[in-house]
């Protein structure tokens, strides 16, 4: 089994960010961690929880 690929979805329209949101939870290996809307929305994110290690094997 593949690992999963964790994308932070960082976008200041939230129609945007909700349709992307919808488009990539169909995609089996893909695991949302959030959003953001502006670079803070992305580092409130990241200090949430989401370290260095972590966040260079994720999309953004």
Do not use: Y
């Not at 593949?2 to 488009?23: E, N, Q, S, Y």
Request: charged content about 25%.
């Amino acid at each position: 089994m593949m690992k999963a690929i964790r994308v932070l979805i960082a976008d200041d329209h939230p129609i945007f960010r909700a349709g992307l949101g919808t488009l990539l939870s169909s995609v089996e290996r893909l695991e949302g961690l959030g959003e953001g809307e502006s670079s803070e929305g992305f580092l409130a994110a990241r200090a949430a929880g989401l370290g260095e290690r972590n966040l260079a094997k994720s999309v953004v």
